[in-house]
């Protein structure tokens, strides 16, 4: 199975929950896409978007209801990296690190970025997948960035 058959299974799936949920649906879609990152918004929201030529969709509460979606993802591993704190970050990265998508010293450069950067270091991080969700982590830590 290829990339291409994996985001087909996605795009199906994805376009199945928004036609059942209607926009709780693309909701927990966008909440999802955003604690695990191998669900590409890229796709989701386009298609989220052509759905609007139904009449069963409006493109600003598309729109609205999308960027909540993430938001509300974002702000899960923004409550972690602040509740948890740097110390605790570290060590879980450190015990898991086979199955974490992001290392001590990823961790080091973001706090870094941070530092020299402040909040631009998440605006900018947002745009860039897979860095988009666990920009929230350091940005939880650091505290002041969001």
Not at 12 to 17: D, F, I, Q, S, Y
Not at 31 to 60: Q, R, Y
Not at 86 to 112: F, G, N, P, Q
């Amino acid at each position: 199975m290829g990339l291409g058959d994996l985001l087909n299974i996605l795009k199906t799936w994805a376009e199945g929950v928004i036609h059942t949920m209607g926009y709780p649906g693309l909701h927990l879609i966008m909440f999802l896409e955003n604690v695990f990152p191998s669900i590409p918004s890229e796709v989701v929201l386009p298609l989220a978007g052509s759905l609007t030529v139904t009449g069963k969709f409006n493109l600003v509460w598309i729109t609205v209801i999308g960027m909540l979606g993430s938001l509300t993802g974002a702000l899960v591993f923004y409550g972690l990296g602040k509740w948890l704190g740097e110390h605790r970050v570290r060590m879980l990265i450190t015990r898991y690190v086979k199955y974490a998508m992001l290392t001590t010293d990823d961790l080091d450069k973001s706090l870094e970025w941070f530092k020299k950067y402040g909040d631009r270091v998440v605006f900018f991080g947002r745009m860039v997948p897979i860095v988009r969700s666990l920009i929230s982590i350091p940005a939880g830590i650091d505290q002041g960035a969001l």
